[in-house]
């Protein structure tokens, strides 16, 4: 199958699991909320983003094990391939057991240092020990995600994803109707994890993803040390990036307290789906950048990756914009006015998801050429910096000042970073790559956020349903027709739509 077909498989599928996700959201939060007050909601949140710290004894392996998978996947059964396999599976497996192991012992002194109420100290330390083993458990089962990914054919999972949240609902549904409370969420999560595990399973073995019997190559140290001499890079990176975005609740709950925790997890729900949406444009075209560069294919490669930066800054825009636009009405709606904030919160989130959305391009070029260099040390200090930031930001502006102080430090650390390497990779300008390469998006932006602004105004005292539709179908409407009008390149447009019909041949 050609490279481009996978990419949209990839794409495509990985929209469909962003709208299975986007429906289950909708429909367990006011779930939940219905069965659990604010401050058990607030707890949740805090243990599925603690629980995402365990995560950092993956060391940056997961990531390396897929990029040098993707190295060899051409010569599946030259040795090399099934050493790397055999080792990752076998450091997946070692670093699941040390989650299980460390999140248990730690789920009882976690309490007092986040002062969680007395009332729920016991249940947080049961359900926090309980979410370790499990993620312990997914650990063990990611060399799977690595062989699919490095083939590209991350659209199989994409759509078993997409099919268990239903699951996860039906359980999660079945276990507040028995009275498991917050247990009933742990039990959702286990179900899917299972259901993924098994199909990721199911798949490597259908599509004969791993070498022929007798080619696996052997469990050596010169195999192990080209994954880790990566990982070690990935690992500063992944630990940056955690600070960055896995902190939030974690700083509200101890500057703002329980109940604003469960504010920013539930008024943020929009904007982090609106960011999986918009990420997923490069994402889902990794796999297939990174077979370009391994095939020294340069002069594609530049031309992918502008396309993917301009492609993913405008639907940046478009999509931040409507968001912003709509997430009032929409919070009125979905909670019945129980979670509010600010529209000025909404325009920051906005912005903000502009921002990471072109340094995220930016930085994923060095992943895809492996030529990490100071990038991991510039997101460890971003990161290190944003949580005094943030802490210092929000006892004086709120939810406000987390917000702006990562906009503000994504640009001064990775932003500009990001542009200068990928400047010197090309060897090109760094005004090209920032300026000329973006301009159709800029060009954009300055006629739809004002746009999106008046429709916003102008609808402020309409009710809360017909508002969402209005602003909704006007802003979102508005954003697509300039999208492909002023959007993107005029060569874009036509190879898309070529592409679409099918007269041209896949590369």
């Known amino acids: 199958m050609s490279r481009f077909r996978y990419a949209a498989q990839a794409f495509a599928s990985s929209y469909l699991v962003l709208g299975a996700n986007l429906i289950y959201t909708m429909a367990s939060v006011p779930l939940a909320l219905h069965y659990l007050g604010k401050q058990e909601f607030g707890l949740w949140a805090l243990i599925t983003q603690i629980a995402s710290y365990f995560a950092l004894i993956d060391f940056g392996m997961s990531g390396a094990v897929a990029r040098i998978l993707a190295d060899h996947k051409d010569e599946r059964n030259g040795g090399n391939y099934g050493a790397i396999f055999k080792t990752g599976a076998l450091v997946?497996?070692?670093?699941?057991?040390?989650?299980?192991?460390?999140?248990?012992?730690?789920?009882?002194i976690l309490p007092g240092i986040m002062a969680i109420p007395d009332n729920l100290r016991a249940l947080f330390a049961i359900l926090m020990a309980a979410q370790c083993v499990l993620l312990?458990?997914?650990?063990?089962?990611k060399i799977l995600g690595s062989a699919l990914w490095c083939h590209q054919r991350s659209d199989i999972v994409n759509i078993v994803s997409a099919a268990v949240f239903g699951i996860n609902f039906a359980v999660l549904w079945l276990g507040f109707h028995l009275g498991l409370g917050l247990y009933s969420m742990l039990l959702s999560n286990a179900a899917g994890m299972f259901c993924i595990a098994l199909a990721s399973w199911i798949a490597t073995l259908r599509l004969r993803l791993y070498p022929d019997r007798g080619c696996w190559g052997t469990l050596s140290w010169k195999a192990f040390r080209e994954v880790y001499d990566y990982a070690k890079n990935l690992f500063l990176i992944t630990i940056g990036t955690q600070l960055l975005t896995a902190s939030q609740v974690v700083i509200v709950t101890r500057t703002l307290g329980l109940d604003a925790a469960a504010v920013w997890s539930i008024a943020t729900k929009v904007f982090t789906l609106a960011?999986?949406?918009v990420f997923r444009v490069c994402d889902s075209s990794l796999a297939a950048l990174v077979e370009m560069f391994v095939r020294r294919e340069i002069s594609l490669l530049q031309k992918r990756f502008r396309h993917l930066l301009l492609l993913s800054a405008s639907l940046s825009i478009v999509v931040?914009?409507?968001?912003?636009?709509?997430?009032g009405s929409f919070l009125a709606i979905w909670t019945q006015g129980r979670i509010q904030w600010g529209p000025e919160n909404d325009a920051l989130m906005a912005v903000l998801l502009a921002f990471y959305t072109v340094v995220r391009c930016y930085t994923a070029l060095m992943d895809v050429t492996k030529e990490?260099?100071?990038?991991?040390?510039?997101?460890l200090a971003e990161g290190i910096c944003f949580v005094p930031a943030a802490v210092i930001l929000s006892h004086r502006m709120g939810f406000a000042g987390i917000i702006g102080a990562a906009a503000l430090l994504d640009i001064i650390f990775l932003g500009t970073y990001g542009v200068r390497r990928t400047a010197r990779y090309f060897q090109i300008s760094a005004k090209t790559v920032l300026f000329v390469w973006l301009l159709p998006a800029l060009?954009?932006?300055l006629f739809f956020l004002p746009v999106a602004g008046l429709i916003w105004w102008l609808t402020r005292g309409i009710a809360p349903l017909p508002r969402l539709f209005l602003c909704g179908s006007i802003t979102g409407g508005t954003g697509v027709?300039?999208?492909?009008?002023?959007?993107?390149?005029?060569?874009?447009?036509?190879?898309?739509?070529?592409?679409?019909?099918?007269?041209l041949p896949a590369k």
């Open 92 to 108: 997946f497996t070692i670093q699941g057991l040390l989650i299980a192991i460390l999140g248990t012992a730690l789920s009882w």
């Open 136 to 141: 312990g458990l997914v650990f063990c089962t």
């Open 275 to 277: 960011q999986q949406i």
């Open 320 to 327: 931040g914009g409507t968001v912003a636009a709509t997430n």
């Open 372 to 379: 990490l260099r100071g990038l991991k040390y510039v997101t």
């Open 443 to 445: 060009r954009m932006a």
């Open 481 to 503: 027709v300039l999208l492909f009008a002023a959007g993107v390149t005029s060569d874009m447009r036509e190879e898309l739509f070529a592409r679409v019909r099918g007269l």
